[in-house]
Nanobody, 114 residues
Framework: VQLVESGGGLVQSGGSLSLSCAVSGFTFSSYPMWWYRQAPGKEREFVAYIDITSSIRRYRDSVRGRFTISRDNAKNTVYLQMNNLKPEDTAMYYC????????WGQGTLVTVSS
Protein backbone atom coordinates (compact mmCIF):
# COMPACT_ATOMS: atom_id res chain seq x y z
CA VAL A 1 0.00 0.00 0.00
CA GLN A 2 1.38 3.37 -0.99
CA LEU A 3 -0.11 6.84 -0.68
CA VAL A 4 1.66 9.89 -2.10
CA GLU A 5 0.37 13.39 -1.35
CA SER A 6 1.22 16.45 -3.40
CA GLY A 7 0.05 19.99 -3.99
CA GLY A 8 0.99 21.73 -0.78
CA GLY A 9 2.75 25.07 -0.64
CA LEU A 10 2.74 28.61 0.68
CA VAL A 11 -0.36 30.69 0.07
CA GLN A 12 -1.75 33.94 1.42
CA SER A 13 -4.85 34.05 3.58
CA GLY A 14 -7.93 33.78 1.35
CA GLY A 15 -6.08 31.83 -1.29
CA SER A 16 -6.64 28.32 -2.62
CA LEU A 17 -4.71 25.08 -2.96
CA SER A 18 -5.58 21.71 -4.43
CA LEU A 19 -4.09 18.62 -2.83
CA SER A 20 -3.83 15.22 -4.47
CA CYS A 21 -3.16 11.77 -3.07
CA ALA A 22 -2.18 9.07 -5.56
CA VAL A 23 -2.53 5.55 -4.23
CA SER A 24 -1.34 2.10 -5.24
CA GLY A 25 -1.14 -1.40 -3.86
CA PHE A 26 -4.83 -1.90 -3.16
CA THR A 27 -8.20 -1.70 -4.91
CA PHE A 28 -8.80 2.02 -4.47
CA SER A 29 -12.43 1.92 -5.58
CA SER A 30 -13.31 -0.45 -2.72
CA TYR A 31 -12.21 1.77 0.17
CA PRO A 32 -13.31 5.04 1.73
CA MET A 33 -10.62 7.66 2.04
CA TRP A 34 -9.78 10.33 4.58
CA TRP A 35 -7.74 13.51 4.77
CA TYR A 36 -6.14 14.47 8.08
CA ARG A 37 -3.84 17.29 9.12
CA GLN A 38 -1.34 17.95 11.86
CA ALA A 39 -0.23 21.42 12.89
CA PRO A 40 3.08 21.94 14.73
CA GLY A 41 2.74 20.92 18.36
CA LYS A 42 -0.77 19.59 17.89
CA GLU A 43 -2.37 16.20 17.42
CA ARG A 44 -3.39 14.90 14.03
CA GLU A 45 -7.01 15.76 13.30
CA PHE A 46 -9.70 14.65 10.88
CA VAL A 47 -10.36 16.97 7.94
CA ALA A 48 -12.57 15.17 5.43
CA TYR A 49 -14.01 11.79 4.46
CA ILE A 50 -15.37 10.32 1.23
CA ASP A 51 -17.02 6.96 0.68
CA ILE A 52 -16.35 4.64 -2.25
CA THR A 53 -19.03 6.11 -4.53
CA SER A 54 -18.53 9.76 -3.50
CA SER A 55 -22.14 9.84 -2.29
CA ILE A 56 -21.17 10.48 1.34
CA ARG A 57 -18.72 13.23 2.29
CA ARG A 58 -17.98 14.51 5.75
CA TYR A 59 -15.95 17.49 6.98
CA ARG A 60 -14.73 18.89 10.23
CA ASP A 61 -16.77 21.92 11.17
CA SER A 62 -13.98 24.45 10.69
CA VAL A 63 -13.47 23.56 7.00
CA ARG A 64 -17.03 22.82 5.90
CA GLY A 65 -18.01 25.15 3.06
CA ARG A 66 -14.36 25.93 2.24
CA PHE A 67 -12.88 22.48 1.52
CA THR A 68 -14.15 19.84 -0.92
CA ILE A 69 -13.03 16.22 -0.97
CA SER A 70 -13.38 14.23 -4.18
CA ARG A 71 -12.02 11.10 -5.78
CA ASP A 72 -11.37 9.67 -9.22
CA ASN A 73 -11.53 5.88 -9.02
CA ALA A 74 -10.17 5.57 -12.56
CA LYS A 75 -7.04 7.49 -11.57
CA ASN A 76 -6.65 5.98 -8.07
CA THR A 77 -6.52 9.48 -6.65
CA VAL A 78 -8.28 11.41 -3.91
CA TYR A 79 -8.30 15.22 -3.87
CA LEU A 80 -8.82 18.02 -1.41
CA GLN A 81 -9.75 21.40 -2.85
CA MET A 82 -9.12 24.09 -0.26
CA ASN A 83 -10.55 27.57 -0.76
CA ASN A 84 -10.56 30.69 1.40
CA LEU A 85 -7.59 29.37 3.35
CA LYS A 86 -6.87 30.75 6.79
CA PRO A 87 -3.65 30.82 8.84
CA GLU A 88 -5.15 28.20 11.16
CA ASP A 89 -5.24 25.77 8.20
CA THR A 90 -1.45 25.67 8.27
CA ALA A 91 -0.44 22.03 8.79
CA MET A 92 0.97 18.91 7.24
CA TYR A 93 -1.86 17.24 5.33
CA TYR A 94 -2.09 13.46 5.06
CA CYS A 95 -4.36 11.09 3.18
CA UNK A 96 -5.39 7.91 4.90
CA UNK A 97 -6.96 4.55 4.20
CA UNK A 98 -7.89 1.81 6.65
CA UNK A 99 -7.26 -1.72 5.40
CA UNK A 100 -7.04 -3.72 8.60
CA UNK A 101 -4.73 -1.03 9.87
CA UNK A 102 -4.17 2.62 9.07
CA UNK A 103 -1.98 3.56 6.13
CA TRP A 104 -0.62 7.07 5.70
CA GLY A 105 1.29 9.00 3.10
CA GLN A 106 4.34 11.13 3.84
CA GLY A 107 2.23 14.28 3.92
CA THR A 108 2.28 17.59 2.07
CA LEU A 109 2.88 20.89 3.86
CA VAL A 110 0.35 23.71 3.61
CA THR A 111 1.39 27.09 4.96
CA VAL A 112 -1.07 29.98 5.00
CA SER A 113 0.34 33.42 5.70
CA SER A 114 -1.75 36.21 7.19
Amino acid sequence: VQLVESGGGLVQSGGSLSLSCAVSGFTFSSYPMWWYRQAPGKEREFVAYIDITSSIRRYRDSVRGRFTISRDNAKNTVYLQMNNLKPEDTAMYYCNVFIGLNYWGQGTLVTVSS
